[in-house]
């Protein structure tokens, strides 16, 4: 069974830094892209950024300068270091990721299960 695991959020005070993680888990053949998504009470999720399989990043332009998103492919994991955090980042984070399950023959889309992040003023 193949699932996304994260970790890392937490409380912050304006201005901190956090760092997230997400692991991919179980029988995996191969991983495309990987991402972060964020939902805010009473608002859509969105994409935070994203990175391909050979490093290319995308970000929103409300992301970009303060978070950064790398991965290590031999550990099928993916990282969001977030700086210069402010009160309008508190969400939820999911992180996503494009995968094919060992046996599988087609690319899915998975989810994790959510991590709190909450920026005090």
């Known amino acids: 069974q193949v699932q996304l695991v994260e970790s890392g959020g937490g409380l912050v005070q304006t201005g901190g830094s956090l760092r997230l993680s997400c692991a991919a888990s179980?029988?995996?053949?191969?991983?495309?892209?990987m991402g972060w998504y964020r939902q805010a009470p009473g608002k859509e999720r969105e994409l935070v950024a994203d990175?391909?399989?050979?490093?290319?990043?995308n970000y929103a332009d409300s992301m970009k300068g303060r978070f950064t998103i790398t991965r290590d492919n031999a550990k099928n994991t993916v990282y969001l270091q977030m700086n210069s955090l402010k009160p309008e980042d508190t969400a939820v984070y999911y992180c996503?990721?494009?995968?094919?399950?060992?046996?599988?023959?087609?690319?899915?889309?998975?989810w994790g299960q959510g991590t709190q992040v909450t920026v005090s003023s």
């Open positions: 179980g029988s995996i053949r191969s991983i495309r892209e």
């Open positions: 996503n990721a494009n995968m094919i399950p060992t046996g599988g023959y087609s690319w899915n889309k998975y």
């Open positions: 990175i391909s399989s050979v490093g290319t990043t």
